[in-house]
């Protein structure tokens, strides 16, 4: 139903800044939540920031609180991701995640994946 094309990504240093986009195929006209997971090596798979339906409501994980911002433009057809003071430990594939509502992609109830895209931070 839903394609989720990530991009952005890379090399960045530690304390330093960048952001993800991820574009939906379709205009959602506020049919799914929309969210950010990550994974990296040896690791399992962890819920990142999601936003609801409407763009509205944001929710995240407490290890990006406060540094992290989830967004939502282009009539809610691109979902951002702003990361800033970046952390060794913030390094991994980070995936883009759509699913009923905000809550439920935070929850882990995900229906369709984006491909990730890779970030690295050197320290």
């Known amino acids: 139903q839903v394609e989720l094309v990530e991009s952005g990504g890379g090399l960045v240093q530690a304390g330093g800044s960048t952001r993800l986009a991820c574009a939906a195929s379709?205009?959602?006209?506020?049919?799914?939540?929309l969210g950010w997971y990550r994974q990296a090596p040896g690791k399992e798979r962890e819920f990142v920031a999601a936003i609801s339906r409407l763009g509205i409501n944001t929710y995240y994980a407490d290890s990006v609180k406060g540094r992290f911002t989830v967004s939502k433009v282009n009539a809610n057809n691109t979902v951002y991701l702003q990361m800033n003071s970046l952390k060794p430990e913030d390094a991994a594939v980070y995936y883009c995640?759509?699913?009923?509502?905000?809550?439920?992609?935070?929850?882990?109830?995900?229906?369709?994946w984006g491909r990730g895209t890779q970030v690295t931070v050197s320290s």
């Open positions: 995640a759509a699913g009923s509502s905000g809550p439920s992609v935070q929850a882990g109830n995900v229906v369709y």
């Open positions: 379709q205009r959602t006209s506020g049919s799914f939540g």
